[in-house]
Structure formats: structure tokens, C-alpha cells
């Protein structure tokens, strides 16, 4: 049934309706009774605006349906909709994101890097039901896994906290041994889970690096003969802006050359673009970091498979309209309707 009660027993206290009925008749039939002995006549009464039968009837009715409203709302009356919804095949997500120097430039707010860092946190306190596991890989200079392929949210939060207080400063751009941590575990998780389903695995950069090494280009040039697909997203604007590296008594302290001229960055597009134009990925830009929970759903929409279709049951509490209903009942035969 499309409405069903969670306290259906209470239904017994229905039995008001027939008793406030007849209360009702008692008293209108005392009230003409009076009428007569007093000699109060048919002339008078067509005179009186509050004592006709009408508004005896429209006080019964009002009385009747708070009663019968407050009644229905403590049975906890809701309702049933069967939502038929689409189904999709579960998906893991890697993550590879810029740990360099530059990150920490402050053209967004309050930096590239923990922009990013709070923004992927955002998406996996509320990620898509089909995104099934997440790992997490860091680069500079050099790669580090930071988190394999896991469920365990609070795993990921963790080294997510951990990297984004971590003040040192890592110099250079290895992107391509970043993307080969990254498959080297996607392998790892394949092995642990064979003879299982393996599912679809999504790669996503984060970055504002440059890395135009041949070692890059060789690596993407086998990710797309293996069609492995690489979406990438650059955070950063193209106003050149100093890159911060510490912090004295309360003042920041930027990066300098040899000669003590302080050193700016520049967001540039060109690697970013290119990893994903070779594999077959989206490249995005974000201005703002504010955008970057979008940008990370959107791609995995792109890249979800519809399977089937499921029903999800989903119930609607009632009771609060009815309680409401209830109340501007009452108040209309408090003023007298």
C-alpha cells in the first residue's frame, strides 16, 4: 500500500469521532430545548449571526477533522514511494596529487595545495555511491604512495591531514613516476583481489606542474596502447605570483634564486593538457579550487557504466502536516470560526 502506519494499535482512539458526534447532538438538542422554555422564537434566532445551525454543523466538522487529524499523526502515518533508479558498475579512484613548492602559491586561498587537499576531502565525505575505493598518491621531485586502494575513509582523511600540515618544501615536478606509482598500485590491488570482479579504475591529476620529460611522454604513449585513461585537472591562475617556503615570527618567507631575486609561478596548461589528450582523458582548469568537487564528480559521471536498474524504497513521514492541520483547527474554533 502506498501508506502504511508504524502504530497502526492507536487506531482504537478513532472511536472520539462518534462520541465528539454525539456530544454535539446532546448539545444542540439542550440548546433548543432551552430555546423553547425561554421564548426564544423562530423571529429571534433568524436574527443571530452566532447560533444558527450552519455554524453548529461548521464547529462539528472542524472539531471532527482535528480530532481525526491528531489521531492519524500519533498512528505515524507514511508514505511509500518505490523510486526506480539506474544502476552502475563500481569504480576506484586514483588520485595523484602535486606535492611540489609551487602548490603553495597563494593566487587561490588560501593556497593551491590545501585548496586541493580540502576540496578532495569534500568529495569523499559526500563521493557517489558507485566510487567503491579510493587511493592516494603524492609527487614532487620524487612519488610516494601515500594510501593504496581503500574503503576506509578515515585512512584516506588521515594522510589527507598529514600531507596538508606537513611544512617542508619539495622541490620538482616527476609526474611520470607519480603515474607509474599510481599503476603500480592499481596492479597490487588487482593481484590481492584475484578471481574477483575487477573494477574500473579512474586516474585523476591534480596539479599546476610542468613536466615535459621523455620518460613522460613514453609512459603516456603505453597507458594509451593499454587504454588507460588519465583526466587531469590544473588549479591555478596565470598571474605570475611568488611561491611561499616558510614562515618567521609571523612572516612569509618566498622562494629565491642564487642572486636573492625572488622567484614567482606561473600556472601553465601545457602537461596537464597533453596527459590527457594522449589517453583519452578530460583536462579542467580551476581558477578558484572552489570548483574542484565539481570537476571531480563530473568526471566520474563521464565515467560510470550503467548496469541495470534497482528500486529504492523511500518513505515520507506525515504526521507533521497533519499535527499542523490539527492546530488550525483548533485555532479556528478558539475564535469561534
Not at 115 to 140: H, M, N, T, Y
Not at 167 to 174: A, E, K, M, Q, W
Not at 181 to 204: H, P
Request: aromatic share 8%.
Amino acid at each position: 500500500m502506498p501508506v502504511h502506519f508504524l502504530r497502526p494499535d492507536l487506531a482504537v482512539w478513532l472511536v472520539l469521532l462518534p462520541l465528539i458526534a454525539l456530544f454535539w447532538t446532546l448539545n444542540l438538542k439542550a440548546k433548543r430545548r432551552f430555546r423553547v422554555q425561554s421564548g426564544y422564537g423562530q423571529n429571534m434566532l433568524s436574527l443571530s449571526r452566532l447560533s444558527t445551525f450552519r455554524k453548529d454543523f461548521m464547529i462539528l466538522s472542524v472539531a471532527l477533522l482535528a480530532t481525526l487529524a491528531v489521531v492519524l499523526a500519533v498512528m505515524r502515518p507514511q508514505l511509500f514511494i518505490d523510486r526506480v533508479l539506474p544502476e552502475y558498475e563500481r569504480q576506484d579512484l586514483v588520485l595523484v596529487l602535486d606535492r611540489s613548492a609551487s602548490m603553495h602559491a597563494r593566487d587561490v586561498t588560501p593556497s593551491r595545495f590545501v585548496r586541493a587537499v580540502e576540496e578532495i576531502k569534500s568529495f569523499l565525505a559526500d563521493k557517489p555511491e558507485e566510487i567503491d575505493k579510493v587511493g592516494l598518491v603524492g609527487f614532487a621531485g620524487t612519488a610516494i604512495t601515500l594510501s593504496h586502494l581503500t574503503r576506509d575513509l578515515e585512512t584516506l582523511f588521515f594522510f589527507l591531514d598529514w600531507i596538508g600540515e606537513d611544512t617542508r618544501v619539495y622541490f620538482g615536478t616527476d609526474l611520470a613516476g607519480a603515474l607509474t606509482n599510481a599503476l603500480d598500485l592499481v596492479t597490487k590491488d588487482e593481484k590481492l583481489n584475484s578471481g574477483k570482479l575487477i573494477t574500473q579504475k579512474i586516474f585523476l591529476v591534480l596539479s599546476d606542474g610542468d613536466d615535459q620529460s621523455e620518460k613522460l611522454t613514453g609512459l603516456l604513449n603505453q597507458m594509451q596502447s593499454e587504454h588507460i585513461r588519465v583526466h587531469s585537472i590544473g588549479i591555478g591562475t596565470e598571474t605570475a605570483v611568488p611561491i611561499p617556503v616558510a614562515e618567521v615570527n609571523g612572516i612569509t618567507e618566498y622562494m629565491q634564486d642564487e642572486e636573492g631575486k625572488q622567484l614567482t609561478t606561473r600556472f601553465d596548461e601545457s602537461t596537464l593538457r597533453m596527459v590527457a589528450d594522449m589517453t583519452g582523458g578530460r583536462f579542467f582548469r580551476s581558477t578558484t579550487g572552489h570548483d574542484l568537487v565539481d570537476l571531480i564528480n563530473q568526471i566520474a559521471r563521464q565515467e560510470r557504466h550503467q548496469t541495470g536498474w534497482k528500486h529504492t524504497a523511500e518513505y515520507i513521514e506525515l504526521y507533521v502536516p497533519l499535527l499542523l492541520l490539527a492546530c488550525v483547527c483548533c485555532m479556528l474554533m478558539l475564535v469561534k470560526l
